[in-house]
Each structure stands twice: as C-alpha cells, then as structure tokens.
Nanobody, 125 residues
Framework: QVQLVESGGGSVQAGGSLRLSCAAS????????EGWFRQAPGKPREGVAA????????LYTDSVKGRFTVSQDNVNNTLYLQMNSLKPEDTAMYYC??????????????????WGQGTQVTVSS
C-alpha cells in the first residue's frame, strides 16, 4: 500500500526558509504526478506545487512562484518542497500527494488518490 510520510515543517520568521520532505513507499511516479497542497484554517486546500514525470516538469500556484521549488529524489523516492522567502500567508498545514495521472491537472486536489497526513508550517511576522 502507498504510504506518504511528511517531515520538515516548523515555525520560522518571515523571510526564512524550510524544506519539506515526503517519503513515499509502495509508489512509483514513473507515469504520474506528485504535488504539495496546503490548507489554512477556514480556507480550502489549495495546490501549491506539482512535479510530473514524462517531461511535464513542474507547476506552481502564482503566489509561490519564484519562492518555492518542488523536486524529486528518484533514488530515495522522496518528494521535496524547498520554501524560501516565507511569508505569514504561507502559514498552513502542508500535505504531499501522489498518484495523479499523467494527463491530470496536477494542482487539482481531486486528481490525487494518495495523501500524507500533513506537516504544519507557521510563519510569523
């Protein structure tokens, strides 16, 4: 069975950086997409970044472009989200997701069948 285990969350001041990790087991992304989503209290879960196999590359929501970078360690089957220049509005529970089809919209929540439990990111002003 697919398991996604997230780590790397924490509390930082505005302008700081964090790197989130998502270790996957029982899963291969050879023809699929993986992504990061976040959900703040009272707000819907939104797609933040995604990485797809097959040369589709990466995709980011506008609010994090130029600040966040999603990457994949294929050997260790780990998905990363490097977050730089963090802002208070980035505060949220961050979830990794896997298994979106190659043809899917990879920032759409419904595209992903597999989810981690989330890791909290808090950015103070």
């Amino acid at each position: 069975q697919v398991q996604l285990v997230e780590s790397g969350g924490g509390s930082v001041q505005a302008g700081g950086s964090l790197r989130l990790s998502c270790a996957a087991s029982g899963y291969t992304h050879s023809r699929n997409c993986e992504g990061w989503f976040r959900q703040a209290p009272g707000k819907p879960r939104e797609g933040v970044a995604a990485l797809c196999a097959g040369g589709r590359g990466t995709l980011y929501t506008d609010s994090v472009k130029g600040r966040f970078t999603v990457s994949q360690d294929n050997v260790n089957n780990t998905l990363y989200l490097q977050m730089n220049s963090l802002k208070p509005e980035d505060t949220a529970m961050y979830y990794c997701a896997a298994g979106a089809a190659w043809y899917s919209a990879p920032l759409q929540r419904s595209a992903y069948p597999y989810w981690g439990q989330g890791t909290q990111v808090t950015v103070s002003s």
